[in-house]
């Protein structure tokens, strides 16, 4: 089990190089997270709503995702409270206190799909969430030390330099934990560095000396890995590629959701992908995005008093484009009302850039689809999260057939688009449409003729470097150890 010193110490991509490293060694591997909150979800085969990284990992497992690798997901959606996901399907909306309230309902749905998986499995790899060190946390504990002590695993406790004060955390977790848990930490995995790890020596000897515990593993910062990020902390670093080509700006929502729609901009070639947290951020954009939204009314109120509104209408007088997905597309249009508190309740005029209404309703669809660019663009798999139903005045032009119906809208002019459908960027073909309509509209160069990858090989690629850097830099004897268990 990979513990961590606190969020964002790189748990979720090391879980996948580890099951990636493993099953290329010839064993049966899953990842099992039980409680994971995160406004990044997909949809596993059977229509159940998980944490996108618990579908990453399964990828680099090479297993079909189950909501059983994720049976906890919290959503949250305002101040300390949350949508309960619970085995793919939304249990209620709670505050922190009506939460812990529901462990005792929570903690068999985590006991009895952590056993599904181990029946099945030579080895299940298991993730924690945030600090296992927390006082006011250990005793609701539904992700870290009592998963370990029903799993009987061992812990590697992973810290991350790059942020610094790493030797600190590490030895500060292990002082907080009660002696039981201490001793369940069978190793420090010291992760992001910089450098040469041999000017470590005197600060490794140190934490070994003070804790009894070996450090394990230091592995290098990985850049430009082109792995969705699990937390939207991740997203203040900016711009996130090249400082030239034609600037993609995604609205960075205060409650912005699947965002990880938006990786494989990371990667495409010509394109600068920046997360704009206020108007001048989109200045000199070629295409707005609005993404996903927890809380669209909230989100609209957001946009309007922090001066989006008025600059989304000089991009568009201006020839910019405008695309909304999901919580976007329904901003995007007259209205959002919401009758029955699915969210925050009441109603908000939209920006009026498209046709459309929305009215927020309590069932929320959740399925894989199979879509296709109209008129006659290309087909790709997504999926649909969402809750609301939108309607279009009269009969406008549709974006998308999925699977025999229209579905979207397009404005009158073509420069702004909506749709409930996630996963527009993943297919090489679809990502070149909706790039040619943006240099289109650009005047920029035409797109390459060799064909863009899909984003799924692009994520190959980095299950594999993960998995020969893990190779490299865990301590071989643990390698063989978990191999052999």
Not at 143 to 172: K, Q
Not at 403 to 427: A, K, N
């Amino acid at each position: 089990m990979l513990q961590g010193t606190g969020s964002h110490a790189g748990k979720t991509v090391l879980v996948a190089g580890f099951c990636r490293l493993l099953a290329r060694r010839g064993l049966r591997v899953v990842p099992f997270k039980s409680q994971n909150m995160s406004l990044n979800a997909h949809v596993a085969p059977g229509g159940g709503e998980m944490g996108w990284a618990q579908v990453m990992q399964a990828e680099a497992a090479g297993v079909p995702p189950r909501v059983e690798m994720n049976p906890i997901l919290l959503k949250p959606r305002a101040e300390a409270r949350s949508q309960v996901v619970l085995l793919g399907r939304v249990l209620q909306e709670a505050d922190a206190r009506a939460y812990y309230r529901l462990t005792p309902t929570l903690w068999p749905a985590v006991r009895l799909s952590y056993e599904a998986l181990a029946r099945e499995a030579d080895v299940v790899v298991i993730e924690g969430a945030g600090s296992p060190a927390e006082p006011n946390l250990m005793r609701r504990d539904l992700a870290n030390m009592r998963v370990a002590r029903l799993a009987r695993a061992p812990v590697l406790l992973v810290g991350d330099i790059d942020r610094g004060g790493v030797f600190a955390s590490l030895l500060g977790t292990m002082t907080l934990l009660p002696p039981a848990d201490r001793s369940r930490v069978r190793g420090f995995v010291i992760n992001k560095f910089r450098g040469d790890p041999s000017l470590l020596a005197p600060a490794v000897r140190d934490l070994v000396r003070r804790t009894r515990v070996d450090v394990v593993g230091v592995v290098p910062f990985l850049p430009h890995l082109g792995l969705p990020e699990e937390d939207s902390v991740a997203l203040d670093d900016g711009a996130r590629v090249a400082a030239d080509g034609l600037r993609v700006a995604v609205v960075r929502l205060p409650h912005i959701a699947n965002f990880t729609d938006f990786a494989p901009l990371e990667s495409e070639p010509g394109v600068r992908l920046v997360y704009a947290a206020t108007p001048g951020d989109i200045a000199g954009a070629a295409l707005v995005i609005l993404p996903g939204s927890k809380d669209t009314i909230a989100d609209l109120r957001a946009l309007r008093s922090l001066g989006f509104t008025r600059t989304l209408g000089q991009h568009r007088r201006r020839g910019g484009l405008v695309l909304g997905i999901c919580g976007g597309y329904q901003m995007l249009g007259r209205s959002v009302a919401d009758p029955h508190r699915v969210e925050s309740g009441g109603a908000e005029a939209g920006l009026g850039l498209l046709p459309v209404a929305t009215t927020l309703t309590p069932g929320k669809v959740t399925r894989r689809v199979h879509a296709r660019w109209l008129p006659d663009g290309p087909a790709f798999d997504g999926y649909e999260i969402h809750m609301g139903l939108t309607t279009a005045d009269g009969a406008p032009r549709p974006l998308l057939e999925v699977e025999g119906r229209v579905e979207g809208c397009v404005s009158p002019d073509g420069r702004v688009w909506g749709t409930y459908v996630h996963g527009l960027f993943e297919s090489g073909a679809g990502r070149r449409r909706v790039m040619e309509w943006v240099r289109d509209a650009a005047g920029g160069p035409a797109p390459s003729s060799s064909a863009p990858l899909d984003h799924r090989a692009v994520r190959e690629a980095a299950y594999e470097r993960l998995a020969d850097t893990l190779a490299a830099s865990i301590d071989p004897r643990l390698l063989r150890a978990i191999g052999a268990a």
